[in-house]
């Protein structure tokens, strides 16, 4: 172990011992609310704390390391310029340049025309979105459909408001001994099917998917909604990623289906719209019939969010509604890079013997690890997952950090799928190349 890496043993020390005291008894009856039991782990915490201790080459948590585009930066400096309004409460439910115009985006792609005060809520991320999603919608008993591999944070939202996770997969279609895109990875209609009980309150789907890539066919969001119908459930339609798509997919927004508007929540980020992460702010679109609801959650929490990076992202959408189609909009512009360093990751990873998933959307790649020789005994707990181990070993020794995917599937399935690890290319060039110098002198043994 090198210098940065006895400091970060100490660093992990001290935070260890800091929460044992905080876990001391303080009080004679239990502290803690039930709705944290079981979910005070998160992957992205520990993560992202132990590739900063150690320095490492970070294509772990999934965001840009470069600057978003100069028009959305200028529009931010404008909005903080704007005088006193830019710099106090807005509307609670979204700043009303903001909804117009994500209203007037939104409807020509839905083919419904949305309604920028009912069918809008603004939020913090769209982390908030889905959070308000669960909480105003899933009552004790509830259960509710999640596709594994899926964003790890449904699954506690879920329990948190006191429903049950009911989990199907997507399984890989093996032909000819490999999967090599994350198009191979298909959802069965039948068992599908039968996850549907009188329980059954909604259905979550992310598409682009993280951490897999894939950009489901209208024929599969389809198969879904007929369900949904069918059944008389909702759905929950995470698309953060939905301008990122490659080689000819094209996502598809499940609320466009007919008899959908009226029972899907599509959540989006601006975070990952105009690559700024940093911003929080995101969005909750749908009927305003289910959005009153999550409104209703939202004044009694948070109230309202910034005023300026609305503002901006306002602008943004603004430009881009302009530009739609064009070469010149950010949404054609982000893809197109992406697919080069998306090439990139995974001419590299080949290169090294790590078969990687080739994603058709999104900003992670998977990889399969199993044929690399990695003696694993000394890093992790013992009932740490291999992937989750192998992770850690990578940040330690050869400082590069990336996520275990088994972090993406339930409990009971996280086990059968322990053999990848995420990347995310949303990076510099040059951050690629640092990783790929670390793979390469890995692969020849230095
Ligand atoms: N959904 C998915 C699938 C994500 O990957 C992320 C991570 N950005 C989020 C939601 C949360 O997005 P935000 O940063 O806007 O809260
Ligand atoms: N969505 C991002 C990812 O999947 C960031 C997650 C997070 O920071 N919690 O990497």
Redesign the pocket.
């Known amino acids: 172990m090198g210098i940065t890496g006895n400091l970060a043993a100490r660093l992990t020390a001290i935070r260890q011992s800091s929460l044992r005291n905080s876990r001391q008894t303080i009080m004679s009856r239990r502290l803690q609310a039930r709705r944290t039991d079981g979910v005070d782990k998160n992957v992205w915490v520990e993560l992202t704390q132990m590739a900063a201790d150690y320095k490492a080459v970070n294509l772990g948590q999934?965001?840009p390391d470069f600057s978003p585009p100069p028009f959305i930066q200028e529009a931010f400096h404008e909005a903080l310029r704007g005088g006193p309004p830019m710099h106090q409460y807005t509307r609670a439910f979204g700043h009303p340049p903001l909804v117009k115009r994500l209203a007037q985006f939104f409807s020509r792609i839905v083919g419904h025309e949305i309604d920028p005060l009912e069918d809008i809520l603004v939020t913090?991320?769209?982390?908030?979105?889905?959070f308000y999603a669960f909480q105003a919608l899933v009552d004790e008993g509830d259960e509710v459909i999640i596709i594994e591999p899926f964003?790890d944070?449904y699954q506690p939202m879920a329990k948190m408001a006191g429903g049950k996770a009911v989990y199907v997969p997507l399984r890989p279609k093996v032909e000819g001994g490999t999967v090599l895109a994350s198009g191979d990875w298909v959802l069965s209609a039948e068992e599908l099917a039968t996850k549907f009980t009188p329980r059954t309150k909604a259905v979550v789907i992310?598409t682009p998917?993280?951490p897999l890539g894939k950009v489901y066919k209208t024929e599969e969001l389809q198969m879904i909604a007929d369900l949904c119908i069918k059944h008389d459930v909702l759905c929950i339609s995470?698309e953060?990623?939905e301008w990122l798509t490659y080689d000819g997919a094209k996502h598809v927004k499940i609320a466009s289906l007919p008899g959908m508007w009226e029972r899907t929540i599509t959540?989006g980020?601006?975070?990952?719209t105009f690559s700024a992460?940093g911003w929080?702010?995101?969005w909750a679109i749908g009927s305003g019939q289910i959005i009153k609801h999550l409104k209703t959650i939202h004044q009694n929490s948070v109230y309202h969010c910034a005023t300026a990076a609305q503002e901006a992202v306002a602008r943004g959408f603004e430009r881009e509604h302009a530009l739609f189609g064009t070469p010149e909009s950010y949404f054609q512009q982000l893809p197109a890079m992406l697919h080069q360093r998306r090439k990139k990751l995974a001419s590299c990873l080949e290169s090294v013997g790590l078969q990687p998933i080739m994603p058709e959307g999104?900003y992670f790649m998977i990889a399969d690890i199993s044929s690399a020789k990695v003696d694993l005994n000394d890093q992790g707990t013992e009932d740490e997952l291999y992937d989750s181990r192998f992770v850690k070993w990578l940040i330690k020794e050869k400082g590069l950090a990336t996520i275990p995917v088994s972090a993406f599937y339930s409990p009971e399935h996280s086990k059968e799928f322990d053999k990848y690890i995420r990347f995310c290319f949303v990076k510099e060039d040059s951050t690629l190349d640092a990783a790929e110098d670390i793979l390469r002198k890995w692969s020849h043994g230095q």
Do not use: H, P, R
């Open positions: 999934g965001f913090v991320g769209a982390y908030q979105a889905l964003f944070c992310n998917n993280n995470d953060v990623y959540v980020s601006a975070g990952k992460t929080k702010v995101g999104g």
